[in-house]
């Protein structure tokens, strides 16, 4: 009986080992993460052009500085987007 006790449990041991390991679905936290770095860059990038975010409408006159953070922002903002639905380990 101790023999086939020990051989059912070796056998769940195995079993178990072989499963794959699961994956935690983090993506919304990894986001939250990426668009809190997004903002502090653009507003560090604003600053450095002489103004501050959020305070500048786009229009004819808008500095190139401005235009140039404003597309950068927005290319961070799409990857921290992105990063809603990737995987985490």
């Known amino acids: 009986m101790a023999f086939y006790t020990s051989f059912v449990l070796f056998i769940v041991m195995i079993v178990m080992v072989m499963l794959p390991a ?3 679905h983090a ?3 990894a986001a939250a ?3 809190a770095g997004c903002a502090t860059v653009v507003c560090a990038c604003y600053a450095a052009a002489g103004f501050v975010f959020g305070t500048v409408t786009a229009g004819v006159g808008t500095p190139p500085a401005i235009i140039a953070c404003n ?3 927005g290319t961070c903002m799409k990857a921290a987007f992105l990063a ?3 995987p985490t380990p």
Request: aromatic share 14%; no cysteine; proline share 13%.
């Open 22 to 24: 699961p994956v935690a």
């Open 27 to 29: 993506g919304p936290a």
């Open 33 to 35: 993460v990426a668009s």
């Open 71 to 73: 597309a950068a922002f």
């Open 84 to 86: 809603t639905f990737t």
